[in-house]
């Protein structure tokens, strides 16, 4: 069997050790791996790269992804899905594991539809995807973010400042949850709650009643204020031009936010944005394993004929969901564990 690999959307850590399992467990059932460089343009402008154990060999715990990804969408032009499927079949592939989150897998799904043999694989450091309880690259992401606020912790306290730190997280405060209680966050600000600046400085001010006099406020990137500082309630854009996929690209919530705060309370207030860093470097063990089995269990579905449906981390297992399903909706943070976050604030 020839199976096509592609890796699409934002890089995120362990995506090699997905490619990295699909092309080991296919050698051991006699199947050939082509990988698709550069996301879906790999099947619109194909130069494909053949992948064997030797190749894959030492990429376990190397970030980023060996075949290259894009945001390239294959619905943007009328001409794209028909296009996707002939290269497909000139490339002589009979099944195509695509790696990626809401919008990868959104295409994956209506490719499959129009007879696309495809199987999906959750990436996101965003956490956002629906049916899977995690996506690999989430742990690693809020690891870096954890220890970035300990850090930040120790500069808050010597200087007496309040430091707003801006994490990733486009529609769902995932990492910004984590990372928070993880970091010990005074406050934590989510896309799934509007901002409510009152309450925030209020936090604060009560904080430093108490005697402390610094405070750490960790902020997701798609965040937005109930009434921005100034005007409307819009999110806050690094560029306006969207992206294939008609994302906008975010960022500078956290120095709008400081501002506001500083005036308000009048504490010294910095922020810093990590930004791309948290989607570098190494995965952690947690993420290097649980990519590990998505990449077993999707080459299984192939060589089953399962197509149409992404791999799923339920509980400890992992399961066969539809793509439908998966792309169907965003899955947000779940408000039990940010209960538990709010529990420390202030
Ligand atoms: O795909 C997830 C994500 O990490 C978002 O949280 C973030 O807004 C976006 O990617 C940034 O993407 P880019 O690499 O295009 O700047």
Same mark, same amino acid.
């Given at each position: 069997m020839k199976i096509g690999v592609l890796t699409g959307g934002g890089d995120c850590p362990g995506l090699n050790a997905v490619i990295r399992a699909v092309v080991r467990k296919s050698d051991a059932q006699s199947s050939r791996v082509v990988g698709l460089r550069n996301g879906w343009k790999g099947l619109l402008d194909p130069s494909p790269m053949d992948l064997d154990s030797r190749m894959v060999s030492?990429? $376990? +715990?190397?970030?980023? *992804?060996?075949i290259g990804t894009s &945001? *390239?969408?294959?619905?943007?032009? !009328?001409a794209g899905p028909e296009k996707a499927l002939k290269n497909f079949k000139l490339l002589g592939l009979e099944a195509l594991i695509a790696i990626g989150g809401e919008d990868t897998l959104g295409a994956a799904a209506k490719l499959y539809e129009r007879g696309l043999p495809v199987v999906g694989v959750p990436k996101t450091i965003?956490?956002? $995807?629906?049916? *899977?309880?995690f996506t690999f690259g989430f742990d690693t992401a809020v690891s870096i973010a954890t220890d970035a606020i300990d850090r930040i912790h120790t500069t808050a306290e010597s200087h007496n400042r309040v430091m707003v730190v801006e994490v990733m997280g &486009? +529609? !769902?405060g995932w990492i910004a949850t984590y990372a928070g209680i993880a970091g010990g966050a005074d406050v934590i600000l989510v896309p799934e709650i509007p901002i409510d600046l009152d309450e925030v400085c209020d936090m604060i001010l009560r904080r430093h009643s108490r005697g402390k006099s610094f405070s750490i406020v960790v902020v997701a990137e798609g965040a937005q204020f109930i009434e921005k500082p100034g005007g409307d309630r819009d999110l806050i854009v690094q560029e306006s031009q969207k992206d294939e996929f008609g994302h906008v690209r975010l960022g500078g919530i956290s120095q709008v936010l400081s501002k506001a705060i500083e005036r308000r309370t009048r504490y010294e207030t910095r922020f810093v944005v990590l930004g791309h860093v948290q989607r570098g470097g190494s995965p952690t063990a947690h993420d290097r394993v649980l990519a590990t089995r998505f990449g077993v269990f999707a080459t299984e579905m192939v060589h089953q004929g399962e197509f149409g449906k992404m791999a799923a981390l339920q509980g400890n297992r992992i399961v066969a969901i539809p793509l439908a399903e998966a792309t169907s909706q965003l899955k947000t943070v779940d408000m039990e564990i940010y209960g538990i976050a709010k529990g420390f604030f202030g």
């Open positions: 030492g990429i $376990l +715990h190397v970030g980023g *992804t060996v &945001r *390239t969408n294959p619905f943007k032009d !009328a965003d956490n956002d $995807l629906y049916g *899977t309880d &486009r +529609h !769902a």
